[in-house]
């Protein structure tokens, strides 16, 4: 395949661009916890870790996920709750979950091992090719592309790559550039190097060019271009939802919690009742039916929300008004709710806003145990 995008990859001395990289990141890398040995399982976690989190939050939590599941065996055999509640805060559920499902199979399927070809690696749910590529490369010297957006916006300014990197198609240009370029010898620091740079030097907004050890071979710098790449297009279509929600609690202080569905967004995890608004009633009102038609309860709520959380996915917003209430101690029985005291909220798995529901109802006041 023709790539005339790449075409500045020609015209750069590939040996010398590698061994720079690679010498500074030799001196420079940070200490991650998830690089003191390359146990395919660690990088595993570690790099589904790091989608879409940054690296100072995810240090805390791989160091106790990887305490409390040190094996693929550990992991394969946990309860999912166990494992969703490890994961909690981090957001994005599906990941962990698609990692759990994962590593069952490998345990199931491999014996154990992590698979260390690119077809049957690629198999494994939720395993794409950026992790494919970071897991073969890392662990096993692979000399296969893991590419990011972080490794497109610094392949991009220092090939001077012109591809609109919000296009899914655009990755391969990407990998077809790793390929030309990754080092043989040392595919696992190569790419490691290469992220790191975009994570310390060459970052989304001000590169820090006059730092940087690839400066002589990058034609963004040469051309001044560096502020405008990448090009990225912005997505449309951000969906806004309001909803409310009620912290509800008995006499005796107990709260009332329910499981979210099996299936779609943040499955399985715990919350505060909760339901999407018409806009057409009162907010209160409106929550109020829901809970007689949901849970066939009487509630009094608060006149005015005691908090309103916001909460951004990467395709919708949560604007969520949060009421403070009371309600008769007898609820029906309901496979996926529950009466639990305000210690017990706390072993639950919730999903990220509901955490953040939780935090304001214990600051306003939220008394009972
Ligand atoms: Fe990025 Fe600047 Fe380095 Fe080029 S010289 S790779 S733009 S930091």
Request: glycine share 6%; with cysteine.
């Amino acid at each position: 395949m023709n790539f005339p995008s790449l075409d500045h990859i020609e015209k750069t001395d590939i040996t010398q661009f590698q061994q720079d990289l690679l010498n500074w990141y030799k001196e420079e890398k940070r200490d991650l916890p998830w690089r003191y040995d390359q146990d395919p399982y660690k990088v595993w976690v570690s790099e589904i870790m790091l989608q879409q989190t940054r690296v100072d939050t995810v240090i805390p939590y791989f160091e106790r996920f990887i305490e409390q599941f040190p094996t693929i065996e550990a992991l394969a055999e946990a309860e999912e709750e166990k494992v969703l509640k490890a994961w909690e805060g981090l957001g994005y559920y599906s990941r962990v979950r698609n990692l759990q499902a994962a590593v069952k199979e490998v345990h199931e399927q491999y014996g154990g091992k992590v698979p260390d070809t690119k077809e049957v690696i690629s198999s494994l749910k939720g395993v794409g090719p950026y992790t494919s590529g970071a897991i073969l490369s890392i662990a096993y010297g692979v000399p296969e592309p893991a590419v990011d957006g972080n490794v497109m916006r610094v392949l991009s300014r220092i090939f001077s790559i012109w591809d609109d990197i919000a296009k899914a198609s655009t990755r391969k240009v990407f990998e077809e550039a790793v390929r030309r370029i990754i080092s043989k010898e040392d595919p696992s620091s190569f790419n490691q190097a290469l992220m790191e740079l975009g994570a310390l030097i060459c970052t989304p907004t001000s590169p820090a060019c006059l730092l940087c050890p690839v400066r002589d071979h990058c034609h963004a710098f040469h051309e001044g271009t560096a502020d405008e790449l990448p090009i990225k297009t912005k997505k449309k279509n951000m969906r806004h939802v309001h909803l409310a929600a009620a912290v509800l609690q008995t006499e005796g202080g107990e709260v009332l919690i329910q499981k979210r569905p099996e299936s779609g967004l943040l499955a399985n995890l715990w919350e505060f009742p909760n339901t999407e608004l018409s806009g057409h009633g009162h907010p209160k009102v409106e929550l109020e039916l829901f809970l007689e038609r949901e849970y066939g309860i009487e509630s009094t709520l608060d006149k005015e929300p005691f908090a309103k959380i916001q909460h951004v996915f990467s395709h919708l917003t949560w604007d969520i008004d949060v009421y403070k209430g009371t309600m008769a101690s007898s609820v029906p029985a309901r496979e996926r709710s529950r009466l639990v005291s305000s210690e017990e909220v706390e072993q639950y798995a919730f999903s990220v806003s509901h955490q953040k529901i939780w935090k304001q109802a214990k600051k306003n006041g939220w008394n009972h145990s």
